[in-house]
Protein backbone atom coordinates (compact mmCIF):
# COMPACT_ATOMS: atom_id res chain seq x y z
CA UNK A 1 0.00 0.00 0.00
CA UNK A 2 1.44 2.99 -1.50
CA UNK A 3 1.87 6.69 0.81
CA UNK A 4 -1.14 8.47 -0.80
CA UNK A 5 -3.47 5.30 0.03
CA UNK A 6 -1.94 4.75 3.91
CA UNK A 7 -2.57 8.48 4.19
CA UNK A 8 -5.92 8.05 2.94
CA UNK A 9 -6.52 5.19 5.11
CA UNK A 10 -5.19 7.40 8.11
CA UNK A 11 -7.48 10.19 7.46
CA UNK A 12 -10.21 7.87 6.73
CA UNK A 13 -10.02 5.88 10.96
CA UNK A 14 -9.68 9.65 12.58
CA UNK A 15 -12.65 11.05 10.63
CA UNK A 16 -14.66 7.78 11.48
CA UNK A 17 -13.45 7.53 15.33
CA UNK A 18 -14.81 11.16 15.12
CA UNK A 19 -18.17 10.12 13.69
CA UNK A 20 -18.61 7.17 15.51
CA UNK A 21 -17.76 9.53 18.89
CA UNK A 22 -14.61 7.29 20.13
CA UNK A 23 -11.64 9.55 20.98
CA UNK A 24 -8.38 9.28 18.91
CA UNK A 25 -6.53 7.97 21.83
CA UNK A 26 -9.00 5.13 22.90
CA UNK A 27 -8.64 4.06 19.31
CA UNK A 28 -4.64 3.84 19.53
CA UNK A 29 -4.87 1.65 22.91
CA UNK A 30 -7.34 -0.28 21.57
CA UNK A 31 -5.34 -1.17 18.90
CA UNK A 32 -1.66 -1.46 21.60
CA UNK A 33 -3.94 -3.99 23.12
CA UNK A 34 -4.59 -6.41 20.18
CA UNK A 35 -2.12 -9.14 20.67
CA UNK A 36 -3.18 -9.10 24.46
CA UNK A 37 -6.97 -9.17 23.19
CA UNK A 38 -6.13 -11.91 21.05
CA UNK A 39 -3.72 -14.34 23.52
CA UNK A 40 -7.22 -13.78 25.64
CA UNK A 41 -9.35 -14.65 23.39
CA UNK A 42 -7.54 -17.90 22.84
CA UNK A 43 -7.72 -18.66 26.38
CA UNK A 44 -11.85 -17.45 26.31
CA UNK A 45 -12.36 -19.80 23.49
CA UNK A 46 -9.93 -22.42 22.58
CA UNK A 47 -11.51 -22.56 18.68
CA UNK A 48 -10.91 -19.28 18.23
CA UNK A 49 -14.74 -18.91 17.31
CA UNK A 50 -17.10 -15.62 18.35
CA UNK A 51 -20.68 -16.33 17.77
CA UNK A 52 -22.97 -13.51 16.24
CA UNK A 53 -24.93 -13.94 19.19
CA UNK A 54 -21.47 -13.02 22.01
CA UNK A 55 -22.32 -9.51 24.37
CA UNK A 56 -20.44 -7.48 21.02
CA UNK A 57 -23.78 -8.37 18.81
CA UNK A 58 -28.07 -8.81 19.43
CA UNK A 59 -28.65 -12.17 21.09
CA UNK A 60 -30.57 -14.25 18.94
CA UNK A 61 -31.96 -17.45 18.64
CA UNK A 62 -29.93 -19.74 16.17
CA UNK A 63 -31.79 -22.00 13.73
CA UNK A 64 -30.50 -25.58 14.16
CA UNK A 65 -27.30 -26.08 11.74
CA UNK A 66 -28.26 -27.74 8.39
CA UNK A 67 -25.04 -28.37 7.14
CA UNK A 68 -23.03 -29.81 9.12
CA UNK A 69 -20.06 -29.73 6.68
CA UNK A 70 -17.74 -26.72 5.51
CA UNK A 71 -15.96 -24.16 7.13
CA UNK A 72 -16.88 -20.43 6.86
CA UNK A 73 -15.28 -17.67 8.56
CA UNK A 74 -16.06 -13.93 8.63
CA UNK A 75 -13.07 -11.21 9.19
CA UNK A 76 -13.96 -7.49 10.49
CA UNK A 77 -11.35 -5.13 10.00
CA UNK A 78 -9.66 -2.58 12.00
CA UNK A 79 -10.43 -3.31 16.09
CA UNK A 80 -13.86 -4.72 15.52
CA UNK A 81 -15.38 -0.78 14.80
CA UNK A 82 -16.47 -0.58 11.15
CA UNK A 83 -17.18 -4.30 10.32
CA UNK A 84 -20.13 -5.08 11.75
CA UNK A 85 -21.87 -6.13 8.07
CA UNK A 86 -19.88 -9.06 9.00
CA UNK A 87 -21.84 -9.68 12.41
CA UNK A 88 -24.94 -9.24 10.38
CA UNK A 89 -24.42 -11.51 7.16
CA UNK A 90 -23.26 -14.19 9.80
CA UNK A 91 -26.53 -14.11 11.37
CA UNK A 92 -28.43 -14.29 8.12
CA UNK A 93 -26.15 -17.32 7.62
CA UNK A 94 -26.51 -18.58 10.48
CA UNK A 95 -30.56 -18.35 10.01
CA UNK A 96 -30.41 -20.41 7.20
CA UNK A 97 -28.45 -23.20 9.45
CA UNK A 98 -24.89 -22.34 8.14
CA UNK A 99 -22.70 -22.54 10.99
CA UNK A 100 -19.99 -19.87 11.08
CA UNK A 101 -17.07 -18.17 12.86
CA UNK A 102 -17.08 -14.39 12.94
CA UNK A 103 -14.30 -13.05 14.21
CA UNK A 104 -11.42 -10.20 14.26
CA UNK A 105 -8.67 -10.96 11.20
CA UNK A 106 -6.08 -10.75 13.36
CA UNK A 107 -7.31 -14.40 14.39
CA UNK A 108 -6.59 -15.41 10.95
CA UNK A 109 -3.70 -17.26 10.87
CA UNK A 110 -4.42 -19.11 14.05
CA UNK A 111 -7.94 -20.75 12.80
CA UNK A 112 -6.20 -21.82 9.38
CA UNK A 113 -3.28 -23.62 11.36
CA UNK A 114 -5.86 -25.42 13.47
CA UNK A 115 -7.93 -25.93 10.17
CA UNK A 116 -5.42 -27.30 8.32
CA UNK A 117 -4.24 -29.96 10.96
CA UNK A 118 -8.22 -31.23 11.07
CA UNK A 119 -8.25 -31.21 7.10
CA UNK A 120 -5.38 -33.84 7.06
CA UNK A 121 -8.04 -36.80 8.85
CA UNK A 122 -11.25 -34.50 8.01
CA UNK A 123 -12.11 -33.42 4.73
CA UNK A 124 -15.78 -32.69 5.83
CA UNK A 125 -14.30 -29.01 6.67
CA UNK A 126 -14.62 -28.64 2.69
CA UNK A 127 -15.41 -26.26 1.44
CA UNK A 128 -13.54 -23.61 3.11
CA UNK A 129 -14.91 -20.12 2.61
CA UNK A 130 -13.97 -16.88 3.67
CA UNK A 131 -15.29 -13.23 3.82
CA UNK A 132 -13.61 -10.37 4.97
CA UNK A 133 -14.03 -6.13 5.42
CA UNK A 134 -11.16 -3.46 5.15
CA UNK A 135 -8.39 -4.98 6.83
CA UNK A 136 -10.34 -8.34 7.16
CA UNK A 137 -10.55 -8.54 3.23
CA UNK A 138 -6.73 -8.09 3.20
CA UNK A 139 -6.41 -11.05 5.92
CA UNK A 140 -9.08 -13.30 4.00
CA UNK A 141 -6.21 -13.71 0.91
CA UNK A 142 -3.39 -13.96 3.10
CA UNK A 143 -5.14 -16.43 5.36
CA UNK A 144 -6.07 -18.29 2.29
CA UNK A 145 -2.45 -18.07 1.08
CA UNK A 146 -1.12 -20.08 4.62
CA UNK A 147 -3.84 -22.62 3.54
CA UNK A 148 -2.24 -23.54 0.81
CA UNK A 149 1.24 -23.82 1.67
CA UNK A 150 -0.67 -26.35 3.72
CA UNK A 151 -2.16 -28.12 0.53
CA UNK A 152 -5.70 -26.78 1.96
CA UNK A 153 -7.76 -25.42 -1.08
CA UNK A 154 -10.23 -22.84 -0.84
CA UNK A 155 -13.46 -22.77 -2.66
CA UNK A 156 -14.43 -19.25 -2.32
CA UNK A 157 -13.28 -15.94 -0.94
CA UNK A 158 -15.62 -12.65 -0.64
CA UNK A 159 -13.97 -9.26 -0.31
CA UNK A 160 -15.72 -6.11 1.13
CA UNK A 161 -13.34 -3.25 -0.06
CA UNK A 162 -10.21 -4.29 0.62
CA UNK A 163 -7.28 -1.88 0.87
CA UNK A 164 -4.44 -4.01 -0.60
CA UNK A 165 -3.91 -5.32 -3.91
CA UNK A 166 -2.80 -8.44 -2.71
CA UNK A 167 -2.18 -11.20 -5.10
CA UNK A 168 -4.49 -14.38 -5.05
CA UNK A 169 -3.20 -17.68 -4.51
CA UNK A 170 -3.78 -20.48 -6.80
CA UNK A 171 -5.15 -22.66 -3.71
CA UNK A 172 -8.31 -20.44 -4.45
CA UNK A 173 -11.38 -21.69 -6.88
CA UNK A 174 -13.12 -18.29 -6.56
CA UNK A 175 -13.06 -14.72 -5.43
CA UNK A 176 -16.24 -12.12 -5.47
CA UNK A 177 -14.62 -8.74 -5.19
CA UNK A 178 -16.70 -5.78 -4.03
CA UNK A 179 -15.01 -2.43 -3.60
CA UNK A 180 -15.54 1.12 -4.27
CA UNK A 181 -11.35 2.98 -5.71
CA UNK A 182 -12.94 5.88 -4.80
CA UNK A 183 -13.13 5.08 -1.02
CA UNK A 184 -10.40 2.65 -0.02
CA UNK A 185 -11.24 -0.42 -2.28
CA UNK A 186 -8.83 -1.83 -4.80
CA UNK A 187 -8.70 -4.58 -7.81
CA UNK A 188 -7.69 -7.73 -7.09
CA UNK A 189 -5.42 -10.35 -9.36
CA UNK A 190 -4.44 -13.73 -9.31
CA UNK A 191 -0.68 -14.72 -8.68
CA UNK A 192 1.14 -16.75 -10.66
CA UNK A 193 -0.44 -20.06 -10.54
CA UNK A 194 -4.10 -18.45 -10.00
CA UNK A 195 -6.83 -20.64 -12.40
CA UNK A 196 -10.02 -19.36 -10.54
CA UNK A 197 -12.57 -16.91 -11.09
CA UNK A 198 -12.61 -12.94 -10.19
CA UNK A 199 -15.98 -11.41 -10.47
CA UNK A 200 -14.92 -7.59 -9.78
CA UNK A 201 -17.42 -5.81 -8.42
CA UNK A 202 -16.41 -1.99 -9.34
CA UNK A 203 -18.81 0.05 -6.67
CA UNK A 204 -17.72 3.34 -6.89
CA UNK A 205 -21.49 5.94 -7.85
CA UNK A 206 -23.81 2.99 -5.86
CA UNK A 207 -23.47 4.85 -2.60
CA UNK A 208 -20.84 1.92 -1.17
CA UNK A 209 -18.37 3.78 1.06
CA UNK A 210 -16.03 2.18 2.92
CA UNK A 211 -17.99 1.70 6.39
CA UNK A 212 -21.29 0.58 4.54
CA UNK A 213 -20.42 -1.73 2.07
CA UNK A 214 -20.09 -4.38 4.25
CA UNK A 215 -23.32 -3.91 5.54
CA UNK A 216 -25.34 -3.59 2.13
CA UNK A 217 -28.58 -6.17 2.50
CA UNK A 218 -28.17 -6.46 -1.11
CA UNK A 219 -24.83 -7.25 -1.09
CA UNK A 220 -25.63 -10.01 2.33
CA UNK A 221 -28.22 -11.27 -0.15
CA UNK A 222 -26.20 -12.29 -2.89
CA UNK A 223 -23.40 -13.65 -0.73
CA UNK A 224 -25.91 -15.89 1.24
CA UNK A 225 -27.49 -17.47 -1.69
CA UNK A 226 -23.85 -17.92 -3.02
CA UNK A 227 -22.81 -19.66 -0.27
CA UNK A 228 -26.01 -22.05 -0.07
CA UNK A 229 -25.15 -22.83 -3.89
CA UNK A 230 -21.63 -24.05 -2.43
CA UNK A 231 -22.61 -26.22 -0.01
CA UNK A 232 -24.96 -28.06 -2.32
CA UNK A 233 -22.20 -28.75 -4.66
CA UNK A 234 -22.12 -32.84 -5.02
CA UNK A 235 -19.13 -32.88 -4.22
CA UNK A 236 -19.12 -31.26 -0.72
CA UNK A 237 -22.92 -32.48 0.12
CA UNK A 238 -22.06 -35.92 -0.71
CA UNK A 239 -19.34 -35.91 2.17
CA UNK A 240 -22.89 -35.34 5.02
Do not use: C
Not at 136 to 142: E, I, Q, S
Request: glycine share 10%; charged share 25%.
Amino acid sequence: MGWKRAGRLLAFLVVGLLAFGLPVGAAQSQAAKAPQEASAAKKARPDLRESVGSKKAPARKRAAVQYDYGSIYLLRGLANIFSRGMDTLGAELEKDGIDVTVTNHAHAFDLADRLARKYKADKSVLPVIIIGHSLGANKALTMSRRLGQKGVPVRLVVLFDATADLAIPPNVEEVINFYNPTSMGVAVKGDRGFKGKIDARNLSGNGFGHISIDKSSKLHAEVVAKVKAILKERRFARRK
